[in-house]
């Protein structure tokens, strides 16, 4: 691999959303927008839109090692993201390339259903994200469905629930965990950031749209971008300072959602607008 740049350069690993609003697509439109060069690896094919996920063509797991290990052969990567992995057999795959971090910090989404409500991953997968995935990520981002699937248990209620299944999350070997509580109504949007010293909550209002596509992409992919802005100018590796991370990255998807439904993208959930404050619509 070369010696480390000064370009900040974040990876996303990831399945592709035609129309744009998640996914490889909108992890990039994300890296660019806080600037870090993007790269990507793509891990399914999806046939999707704003209404709904029709079909999902696994990329095999083999190649998506390949495509890893071919990027990091020349590209020196500061951070990595994981979305839609798919199958176990890529989780197994992705965790077994990124354990070793050569490719930075790991953020791991733990995608498993589409906002339309359509589910992405099997039992097997989730399994899989559990047991050999987490302890390979620096953090995971699960909304409240998601972490009562990794968790084994019923989803969050209230907000007073997260922190104890934050808490959980932790001991599945993650280094940081922030539980997102959008799933919860309300008037704001709770979320939670546990790490092995503490466990934080981090609140904005909550911003009436259906422009919502993609929105657990973006945050994710933005906590990697801005860790690839430090790690790039840092003079040496440290622990995260997760807190300023996660209150930017929700900060700029604070701004995304506001501005997603001047868009006018498709019929459906349409999508976040990933560059709100560089053009306007």
Not at 131 to 136: G, I, K, M, R
Not at 159 to 168: F, I, K, S, T, Y
Request: proline letters at 6%.
């Amino acid at each position: 691999m070369t010696g480390r740049s000064g370009v900040p350069v974040a990876l996303t690993v990831a399945g592709s959303d035609p129309s744009g609003g998640a996914g490889v697509q909108a992890d990039l439109k994300t890296f660019s927008a806080l600037g870090a060069y993007g790269t990507a690896v793509l891990t399914a094919l999806t046939a999707q839109n704003t209404r709904g996920v029709t079909g999902v063509h696994p990329v095999p797991a083999e190649f998506v090692g390949e495509q890893i290990a071919t990027l990091l052969d020349d590209v020196t990567v500061h951070a990595a993201k994981t979305g839609m992995l798919g199958t176990a057999a890529v989780v197994r795959e992705v965790a077994a390339r990124l354990a070793g971090r050569a490719a930075g910090p790991v953020v791991v989404d733990p995608v498993m259903v589409a906002t339309s409500g359509d589910r992405l991953v099997d039992d097997d997968a989730v399994a899989a994200v559990r047991d050999v995935l987490l302890p390979v990520a620096d953090l995971v981002t699960p909304n409240v469905p998601e972490a009562a699937a990794l968790l084994g248990t019923a989803p969050a209620t209230t907000v007073d629930e997260l922190p104890g299944q934050a808490r959980a999350l932790l001991e599945l070997g993650p280094r940081a965990v922030l539980l997102k509580g959008g799933h919860l109504g309300g008037d704001v949007s709770v979320d939670v950031l546990a790490t092995a010293t503490s466990v934080v909550e981090t609140v904005r209002p909550r911003i009436d749209t259906r422009a919502t596509h993609g929105t657990g992409c973006t945050l994710s992919s933005a906590i990697a971008a801005l860790l690839a802005r430090r790690r790039a100018a840092a003079t040496e590796d440290a622990e995260p300072d997760w807190a300023p991370v996660v209150e930017g990255a929700r900060d700029y998807l604070q701004a995304a959602l506001a501005g997603g439904a001047a868009l006018g993208i498709g019929s459906g959930h349409g999508p976040v607008h990933h560059f709100a404050g560089i053009w306007a619509v």
